[in-house]
């Protein structure tokens, strides 16, 4: 199964908007308008996720969802729709659906959810949750033994089957979204839906909407009643992402709901009562933006019921090392390449580097090292750290690179004496930069790499002299 290649059962005006960036990210793209162009992609490919419209015409995701339910190896369905409705939200995800979307489709999180190291799970129906049993094999694969983060894990288990709010707090990067889904996936809420909101990604009159919904007519543009993230999360789990960046006035209205358990509708007169299990993530320090008058103190109050701090990856000591393998398998696999091991001069760079983009850095890095180290063990060359250039071979060079010989390669130029150059006639620059180089390469055997690095040039430039020199007629190697 490949998680670079998606499938879209939509009409194409819902995805025009993500299609460009995602193929520019390296995604093969699908797309079908009923069941039979589906099958037919299936056939041919495997993709990594299936994005469905509820219905189409001539088409219903209930034949999607039974096509794969007997199917082990089936991709997670993600129901996409621009009119969200919460009891269909239940009907199909209680069906297999992975998970439910309002429109319109976001690019990084099609992305982050393609890249979920984490095999199709089917969802019980809600019938079977009376007596729910966690089962860790639902949620998100949370790697690591260090301490710090089996203290997080373990309180996470303990407090996942209730209702509580959860305030996750940590830096950058830590995982915060992923420790989210696993809280959900261990809950008795783990067949209801999954809502995520990015509380700093919309002004506060679209945040207001997008969480609580409108009715038609409510403000220019408000065509028809919208369904809010509440209701959609109505049996399940609702997000709040970086809740820090939320404006105080809304802030008020959402501690009314946390309170009373029901929502208003921008421009509506009915109440909606809703059944909601709010988790909230930060990467600031609320109890100080609480001090500085940016935050509410009844509000913090109420989302604090259960603190989980997530470590930073430099705390969680050689937890590095097997988060490295992990990604490097996961990405051996989704790119179909030959095992790749790390040098212990990269294993020895990933202990002492501060990693301040955290889980999420690391996660970039082995991709690139992946790619880059085509099987040869990782070195710290490979992960393209910032100032460091990728010394690229074309073809020619690389065979001549691995068939340099022992000896030296220009054994019949003489030895430069600079007190005779001194004393005899000026030579031109270009040429003196020609005997150099001849010299470069002579020291190191041919290596063109070395010689570069002897000669205080990058690998591109000697190239591009050497091809000078062939074409005036002098070549050096």
């Not at 033994?145 to 373990?154: Q, S, T």
């Not at 506060?204 to 038609?216: A, R, V, Y």
Request: proline letters at 6%.
């Amino acid at each position: 199964m490949s998680m670079r290649r998606l499938l879209f059962l939509a009409p194409a005006q819902a995805v025009s908007a993500v299609f460009a960036p995602l193929r520019d990210a390296g995604f093969e793209l699908g797309m079908a308008e009923n069941m039979k162009g589906a099958s037919l992609f299936l056939e041919k490919s495997d993709p990594g996720v299936i994005f469905a419209r509820p219905s189409m015409p001539g088409f219903k995701v209930e034949e999607l969802l039974t096509f794969g339910a007997d199917k082990a190896e089936f991709p997670p369905v993600i129901i996409i729709t621009d009119k969200g409705d919460a009891r269909e939200a239940e009907r199909l995800m209680s069906l297999g659906a992975r998970d439910y979307w309002l429109e319109p489709l976001d690019m990084e999180r099609i992305a982050a959810v393609a890249r979920e190291p984490r095999a199709p799970v089917p969802v019980p129906a809600l019938s079977t949750l009376g007596g729910h049993k966690p089962s860790y094999e639902k949620g998100p694969q949370i790697v690591g033994h260090a301490p710090a983060i089996r203290r997080v894990l373990k309180l996470a288990r303990q407090v996942a089957g209730s209702k509580a709010t959860v305030l996750i707090s940590g830096e950058s990067g830590t995982g915060k979204e992923m420790f989210s889904r696993y809280l959900h996936a261990m809950s008795k809420r783990a067949s209801g839906p999954f809502i995520a909101v990015n509380c700093a990604a919309l002004p506060e009159h679209l945040l207001e909407s997008e969480l609580f919904g409108h009715e038609k007519g409510a403000f220019t543009g408000a065509i028809a009643r919208k369904l809010g993230k509440f209701e959609l999360a109505d049996g399940g789990t609702l997000l709040l992402d970086e809740i820090s960046e939320m404006d105080l006035a809304l802030q008020a209205k959402l501690l009314r709901v946390l309170q009373e358990g029901e929502v208003d509708r921008v421009g509506g007169t009915e109440t909606v009562k809703v059944d909601v299990r709010v988790l909230a993530t930060t990467n600031r320090d609320l109890e100080d933006w609480v001090k500085q008058g940016k935050f509410r103190q009844d509000l913090y109050f109420r989302l604090n019921v259960i603190p989980l701090r997530l470590p930073s990856l430099r705390e969680r000591g050689d937890d590095v090392l097997e988060l490295a393998r992990f990604f490097m398998n996961m990405y051996i696999r989704e790119y179909g390449l030959p095992p790749v091991e790390l040098s212990q001069a990269a294993i020895e760079w990933l202990r002492s580097y501060e990693f301040p983009g955290n889980v999420r850095e690391l996660q970039n890095l082995m991709e690139r090292a992946v790619l880059l180290a085509n099987g040869q063990p990782a070195q710290p060359a490979h992960f393209l750290l910032e100032d460091e250039e990728w010394p690229l071979f074309d073809e020619e060079e690389q065979e001549e690179h691995e068939s340099a010989p022992s000896a030296p390669a220009c054994h019949d130029v003489p030895e430069m004496d600079t007190n005779a150059l001194a004393a005899g006639p000026v030579i031109p620059l270009h040429e003196m930069e020609r005997l150099m180089i001849i010299k470069g390469l002579e020291a190191t055997s041919g290596n063109r790499t070395q010689a570069a690095e002897l000669l205080g040039i990058s690998v591109r430039t000697l190239r591009n002299k050497l091809n000078e020199y062939r074409t005036l007629g002098h070549p050096v190697d």
